[in-house]
């Protein structure tokens, strides 16, 4: 039985944090698997951004790139990730703000 609706986010993003890869290797899963969780709660799980490892912060930019079209994303998002002290979160944000922004929003 696989239930994991039993995890919330902020946990989820603790094993991202897991010096075990394989942790964090599950955590990302998680993120495939609940697509739309990750969108509904987007707030929350931007915190895989700041992870400690840069795999799990890899996995996260892909992530996403990939699964977040423009409807998900809205400005206070883009400019909290391009706010980040990493600068390749930095980077991350002001790479989607170029791709995502819209003057209707401002």
Do not use: P
């Amino acid at each position: 039985m696989n239930d994991d609706t039993r995890f919330t986010l902020k946990q989820i993003i603790s094993l991202a944090n897991h010096e075990f890869l394989a942790v964090r290797q599950w955590s990302w899963s998680f993120y495939k698997n609940n697509v739309g969780r990750i969108k509904s709660d987007r707030s929350h799980a931007l915190g895989i951004l700041d992870a400690k490892w840069d795999d799990s912060r890899e996995f996260a930019f892909h992530f996403f790139q990939t699964e977040f079209t423009d409807e998900d994303w809205d400005t206070d998002c883009l400019v909290g990730i391009a706010d980040s002290v990493r600068s390749d979160v930095e980077s991350f944000g002001k790479n989607l703000i170029m791709k995502f922004f819209k003057k209707s929003r401002a």
